[in-house]
């Protein structure tokens, strides 16, 4: 019987302990840099942690990056596909930078390009793509809008304007 009586408090016990892990899958739209253990990157604050980082990779000549569906002025509605292009440099999943690697990013309304080695931040107008995603559903509000398709390396660090291509679409 006293076996019993200590049941309720394991119970407690392992509820109370839980780390609340058994989140959701994350839809496209969602970043996909939450997935990454190197989404602590984009907190890092010690600077001797920062100088042990490598630099971000070289850019391969000719690599580029742009928009297979959409083009500049389009019209489209809201939800839409949007299919991301890269050639000249390999497609992978973030959390480990590589040589000649990256994955994608969209920024909603954000300017042409991130600078260099700027680390792209993770809210509803930067979208990450770290699970190396080709293709995405985006739903905006009516009006203009630009998206500007970012590639960075496997931390999220931006490759800036050189691997940056953007559009101005109307979502009617």
Same mark, same amino acid.
């Given at each position: 019987?006293?076996?019993? #009586?200590?049941?309720?408090?394991?119970?407690? #016990?392992?509820?109370?302990?839980?780390?609340?892990?058994?989140?959701?899958?994350?839809?496209?739209?969602?970043?996909?840099?939450?997935?990454?253990?190197?989404?602590?990157?984009?907190?890092?604050?010690?600077?001797? &942690?920062?100088?042990?980082?490598?630099?971000? *990779?070289?850019? *391969?000549?000719? &690599?580029?990056?742009?928009?297979?569906?959409?083009?500049?002025?389009?019209?489209?509605?809201?939800?839409?596909?949007?299919?991301?292009?890269?050639?000249?440099?390999?497609?992978?999943?973030?959390?480990?930078?590589? *040589?000649?690697?990256?994955?994608?990013?969209?920024?909603?309304?954000?300017?042409?390009? =991130?600078?260099?080695?700027?680390?792209? *931040?993770?809210?509803?107008?930067?979208?990450?793509?770290?699970?190396?995603?080709?293709?995405?559903?985006?739903? =905006?509000?009516?009006?203009?809008?630009?998206?500007?398709?970012?590639?960075?390396?496997?931390?999220?660090?931006?490759?800036?304007?050189?691997?940056?291509?953007?559009?101005?679409?109307?979502?009617?």
């Amino acid at each position: 019987m006293r076996k019993i #009586g200590l049941i309720p408090f394991l119970l407690l #016990g392992m509820v109370a302990c839980n780390d609340g892990g058994s989140k959701t899958e994350e839809t496209a739209t969602d970043t996909a840099a939450a997935s990454s253990a190197m989404d602590t990157t984009h907190h890092v604050a010690d600077t001797a &942690a920062m100088a042990e980082i490598a630099p971000v *990779p070289e850019i *391969p000549a000719g &690599a580029k990056v742009f928009f297979k569906n959409l083009k500049n002025g389009q019209k489209i509605k809201s939800p839409f596909k949007v299919q991301m292009g890269v050639s000249g440099i390999a497609l992978d999943s973030a959390g480990v930078i590589k *040589p000649a690697s990256g994955h994608h990013h969209i920024l909603i309304d954000n300017g042409d390009s =991130l600078a260099l080695g700027t680390v792209v *931040p993770k809210d509803s107008t930067h979208l990450h793509f770290g699970n190396a995603q080709k293709e995405a559903e985006l739903k =905006l509000t009516p009006g203009e809008h630009k998206l500007t398709l970012q590639y960075a390396d496997g931390i999220h660090r931006s490759y800036g304007g050189k691997l940056a291509s953007s559009v101005t679409v109307t979502v009617q």
